[in-house]
Every structure is written in C-alpha cells, then in structure tokens.
C-alpha cells in the first residue's frame, strides 16, 4: 500500500519509539514534566521566542491562540481556505466567540495590500479586526509557501494597524527547508506560531505553540479549559524532540519525491509542476476524465491511497513512510488510469 493521503500517516520509527521508551516524564499539569519542558523550551529558541506550550493537536495550538489574540466579538482576517476556518469545526466561533472574515483563497500568492484594505478599526457598531492569520505552508493550494518578503509586508500591515499576527505553521518545517529561511526569520514576525510535530516530522501526535511568555501563560490557561492539559506527556514530547532532531532536513526529500509526482502527472493538465514546492501536490481535476471519487477508487484498487478534497479535486502529500519506489508505484498507478 502506498498511501499519499496526509503526512499524517506516518508510523513512529524504532529510533523514535526507543526516545519515546526511554523519556524522563512527570505530571505535565503541575509543569514537573521534564521531557515537555526540554521541548517547550527547544521550540521557543528554534524561533526566537520567550516560551512554548505543546499542545495535542494543531487545532487546539491555533484555537488557544486565537483565544488569547482575539477576545470575544473580535475579528479574525484569514485566507478563505485557511485551516482555522476549514477544518477546526468552527471553533474560534464556538470556544472563542470570534468573528471571522476571509479573502479569497490565494495560496501563497498572498497581497498585503489587500489584507490592509480588509482591516477593521474599532469604533461603534463597529467588528474590530484584532487578528490575521496566514498558513504556512498553505495547506489547500497544494503546499504554496508564502515569501518571506511578503510576510514581512504583511507584518508591517498588522503592525500599523495594532493588530496580532498569528501563523498556522503546522508545514513551516518544509517552507523552512524548501526556501532556506531560517526559523527565527519567521519567529520574528508573528505574535503567535502553531507548528506540528505530527505532520511532516513523524511524531505520532503533539503541536508546539510559541509566543511570549505571557501569552504562552494565558495560553496554558486556556489548553486546560479546553481539555488538552496532559499528564506524562513527555512520551509524545520524547518523539517530537527526536523528530526535531531527526526529520527536519530530510524533507527535502519529501518535496523531490512531490515535485516527481507533479512532473509526472502535468502532461495530463490537472498539475502545474512548478507550483509544487514542498511535499503536496493539488490535482485539479476539474478538466479530466476522472472525478476525485473515481480516481481515489481506481487507484486504491491498485493499493495506491489519495485523498480526495472536492468533487474535482485531490491531493497526493509525500511523508516519511515512502520511498523512492513507493512513488515510482504510484506515477505507474496514476498515469495508467489517467491515460485509459
Ligand atoms: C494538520 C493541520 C493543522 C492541525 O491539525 P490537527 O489535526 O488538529 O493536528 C493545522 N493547520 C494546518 C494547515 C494543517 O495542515
């Protein structure tokens, strides 16, 4: 089986299990977990910034940050497609009580003029946009990463107008590697960071909030609110520091392995191969002679997995469980249907 749905798939290695086996863990809630600890404090400096907190999953590391950005009736700007308003089942509107406004899907082809254009000044009757939060990498458009030019326009945009900037970085690692941007380089921008351990990097669950030490204490407050304060959770933080210090750099790999799927699938129109630049390839396959659903059915027969995300549209994202020959397998499976 080869599975191209999610790098979520990904299985624990032996050498992460071993750092899992082996972690020193204490009850996390009363802060005396020093595995956890070890990893708040590695994750804050990777980006330059004062504190951590690791969360259980990338939704709750946005939600709770979100939750200390923008207080109740507050509005949140963000892209159309973004991930805090597609697949966080509402939160930011149910836990948080925030109003969100979105631009029109643009991947990372993101304008901060436009952004600028959008923002709300507090005043009566009046929604006043208190945060903006941009994805990185974008997850929907097929991986797009945002320049770092952009993102300090961007920057300079919400700084003018006193309002936060978060980042729903659960792929930063790969835009990291793909574009050589140090990760302090982006610390430096955003009020908050969410970042993923368990995407990209293999680790089984856990995400890493980062900010200042005040918000990261106002956001220990909230992760307990919403359920995710955790015990011996330096098990997970034990995988997710080995992951750190183990599966950053080869995701170059990971996105030559993407850019050979996207190579091999452009002759058919449903890719543009100098779009992908980390380790997810959009099919657009609104023009093809398969939907989604019959693509994903044809090829799973064949043992080769993709996700579909619309009527005309799937992904293929590579991970750490494939190989070279494992994608080899699935340019054979995809071509072979899409030329019948
Ligand atoms: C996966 C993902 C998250 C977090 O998802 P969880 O499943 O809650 O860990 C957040 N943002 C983006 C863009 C993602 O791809």
Not at 17 to 36: F, K, L, N, Q
Not at 46 to 59: D, I
Not at 258 to 271: D, E, K, N, S, T
Request: with cysteine.
């Amino acid at each position: 089986m080869v599975d191209l749905r999610s790098d979520t798939v990904t299985r624990p290695t032996p050498g992460m299990r071993a750092a899992m086996a082996a972690a020193e863990v204490g009850d996390d809630v009363y802060g005396e977990d020093p595995t956890v600890n070890a990893l708040e404090s590695e994750v804050a400096a990777m980006f330059g910034h004062e504190a951590a907190l690791f969360a259980p999953t990338g939704s709750m590391a946005n939600q709770v940050a979100l939750q200390t950005l923008v207080p109740p009736g507050g509005e949140l700007l963000c892209d159309a497609d973004a991930h805090v308003v597609t697949y966080e089942v509402g939160a930011a509107a149910a836990y948080g009580g925030i109003s969100s406004r979105t631009w029109p899907p643009v991947g990372g082809d993101l304008d901060p003029d436009l952004v600028a254009a959008m923002i709300r000044p507090a005043g009566y009757g009046a929604v006043p946009t208190r945060a903006v939060a941009v994805e990185q990498t974008h997850n929907r458009s097929g991986g797009q990463i945002i320049g770092l030019d952009v993102l300090r326009g961007l920057r300079a945009v919400t700084a003018d107008a006193g309002v936060a900037l978060h980042c729903d970085g659960a792929r930063i690692w790969h835009a990291h590697i793909a574009d050589s941007v140090p990760l302090a380089d982006y610390g430096a921008l955003f009020d908050t960071l969410s970042v993923c351990l368990s995407k990209g990097l293999g680790a089984p669950v856990g995400s890493v909030l980062v900010g200042s030490a005040e918000r990261i204490a106002a956001a220990r407050v909230l992760r307990k609110r919403m359920g995710g304060g955790m015990r011996q959770a330096g098990v997970l933080a034990a995988a997710g520091r080995y992951a750190l210090r183990h599966h950053v750099e080869r995701l170059a790999d990971d996105h030559v392995r993407a850019a050979r799927l996207a190579h091999a699938l452009a002759p058919y129109g449903i890719v543009e191969a100098e779009q992908v630049r980390s380790n997810i390839v959009a099919l657009d396959l609104t023009k093809a002679p398969v939907d989604a659903a019959a693509l994903v059915d044809a090829a799973g027969v064949e043992g080769v997995r993709l996700a579909a995300v619309g009527p005309g549209a799937a992904r293929l994202v590579t991970h750490l469980d494939l190989d070279d020959a494992a994608v080899d397998r699935a340019v054979e499976v995809l071509t072979g249907i899409l030329g019948r």
